[in-house]
């Protein structure tokens, strides 16, 4: 049973910075690529940025891309998402993702993802 646990989420003012957190326990946090999404009410989970297993090779959506900063500590079985220079659109429950299986690389599907965390929200006010 894997157990994600999200945090650092918070209200910050645009142009700030915040930096999330997912712990992970249960499994080999390092045979499996990460991932963060979020959601918004009304609104399906959007992918927000992914790695691979070693931190190696990263994936953005092209509405993070360059404020954004994913990262990860295996030997803390921990993921990171940098936040900065942040905009009110970035408003969201901010969820971090562990893929279903092993050994993959980066991936940007909600369907690759099988284990959630239960979400941090993070508000930009302007």
């Known amino acids: 049973q894997v157990q994600l646990v999200e945090s650092g989420g918070g209200l910050v003012q645009a142009g700030g910075s915040l930096r999330l957190s997912c712990a992970a326990s249960?499994?080999?946090?390092?045979?499996?690529?990460m991932g963060w999404f979020r959601q918004t009410p009304g609104k399906e989970r959007e992918f927000v940025a992914a790695?691979?297993?070693?931190?190696?090779?990263?994936v953005y959506a092209d509405s993070v891309k360059g404020h954004f900063t994913i990262s990860r500590d295996n030997a803390k079985n921990t993921v990171y998402l940098q936040m900065n220079s942040l905009k009110p659109e970035d408003t969201a429950i901010y969820y971090c993702?562990?893929?279903?299986?092993?050994?993959?690389?980066?991936?940007?599907?909600?369907?690759?993802?099988?284990?959630w965390g239960q979400g941090t929200q993070v508000t930009v006010s302007s």
């Open positions: 993702a562990q893929t279903k299986r092993p050994y993959t690389g980066p991936r940007s599907a909600v369907t690759d993802f099988g284990s």
């Open positions: 249960g499994r080999t946090f390092s045979d499996y690529a």
């Open positions: 790695l691979s297993r070693g931190g190696a090779v990263t």
